[in-house]
């Protein structure tokens, strides 16, 4: 069956209209990049099956473009299309915060990380710098590891928030193994990184470990 013989609730691009981009699957997502499917597979199906022998839905997003294309259902124009929507809304992520306004929002801090970092072979652990009213300073990655890990110094840490005068500092890393289940070890440095910069009267707000799904936040678990 054609998607267009689909009860009207069950279209992507229907449901999109009536209840907003989030509460579409990735199929369903990806599907309305693709536009229609394979020969004799309709738009959904065949993103289903680039998920399924591709996926999940990050490390497909990941290759390049040249990749992309050779991908059965992804043309020129789908394979630029996605580059294009993810270039998008890291940009957006990124004007919010250069245009100097308040982060209120945690889970926007989180996929601003997950957008900085998320993608990268080895383990990078970066920090975002913020004034009294929690407006962004900068954002710097500040150590880098192999796949297991990166080692992660205080004092750095400090000693880049009072270069730039900041009074509270959001950090996190991403886990290339894919899994964002905070380690023992990432718990301990968040607690060493707590007490070294609440010696200079900086607030750390947060600490978000990035994998293949939503970021996790140690503060929502209590460990900050």
Avoid at 45 to 68: F, I, M, S, V, Y
Wanted: proline residues 5%; positive net charge.
């Amino acid at each position: 069956m054609h998607i267009r013989d689909w009860p009207s609730g069950e279209r992507p691009r229907e449901k999109l209209l009536a209840r907003g981009a989030a509460v579409l699957s990735d199929a369903e997502l990806l599907a309305l990049f693709l536009g229609s499917g394979v020969r004799g597979l309709d738009a959904v199906t065949t993103a289903r099956k680039l998920l399924a022998d591709h996926g999940p839905l990050r490390r497909l997003l990941e290759l390049p473009a040249a990749e992309l294309v050779k991908l059965p259902g992804l043309g020129p124009a789908s394979a630029c299309q996605m580059g294009a929507a993810l270039e998008l809304a890291s940009r957006h992520l990124a004007a919010r915060l250069e245009r100097g306004e308040a982060l209120t929002d945690p889970q926007a801090a989180g996929r601003y990380f997950a957008q900085r970092l998320r993608g990268h072979p080895s383990e990078v652990f970066a920090a975002l710098f913020l004034d009294t009213r929690h407006r962004a300073l900068a954002f710097e990655e500040l150590f880098r590891g192999t796949v297991d890990g990166a080692e992660v110094h205080p004092r750095e840490v400090v000693r880049r928030a009072l270069g730039h005068n900041a009074a509270a500092v959001i950090v996190g890393h991403n886990h290339p193994s894919g899994s964002s289940e905070p380690s023992a070890a990432d718990r301990a440095v968040t607690a060493r990184l707590k007490q070294a910069l609440h010696l200079v009267d900086v607030r750390l707000l947060d600490h978000f470990v990035i994998g293949d799904g939503a970021p996790v936040s140690l503060a929502a678990r209590g460990w900050v």
